[in-house]
């Protein structure tokens, strides 16, 4: 079993920051891409920012510029650091992992379960 706790968001004044963080546990034999989306109310999900296992990174034009991807591999864990934050970013963000389990050895997505990042004055 693999399971993905979030964390990070929160409510900040517009050109804030924050820092999201995505950590997998469990019988992880390796993860493929990881990636951030987020989904405001009465929006459909959209992915953000992704990164590959070698470190290639890939971003939303809305955010390119403003946001980081990036990911630790040693502790499973990808982040997302949000700068310039504007009231348009204001979403559900969760992160996506592509995670070979020892079981399986074939990748699978799975999801966290969100975080809610609020940016408002």
């Known amino acids: 079993q693999v399971q993905l706790v979030e964390s990070g968001g929160g409510l900040v004044q517009p050109g804030g920051s924050l820092r999201l963080s995505c950590a997998a546990s469990?019988?992880?034999?390796?993860?493929?891409?990881m990636g951030w989306y987020r989904q405001a109310p009465g929006k459909e999900r959209e992915l953000v920012a992704a990164?590959?296992?070698?470190?290639?990174?890939g971003y939303a034009d809305s955010v390119r510029g403003r946001f980081t991807i990036s990911r630790d591999n040693a502790k499973n864990t990808v982040y997302l650091q949000m700068n310039s934050l504007k009231p348009e970013d204001t979403a559900v963000y969760y992160c996506?992992?592509?995670?070979?389990?020892?079981?399986?050895?074939?990748?699978?997505?799975?999801w966290g379960q969100g975080t809610q990042v609020t940016v408002s004055s």
């Open positions: 996506n992992l592509n995670i070979i389990t020892t079981a399986a050895m074939l990748g699978r997505d799975y």
């Open positions: 990164i590959t296992r070698r470190g290639s990174t």
């Open positions: 469990g019988s992880i034999f390796s993860i493929n891409d």
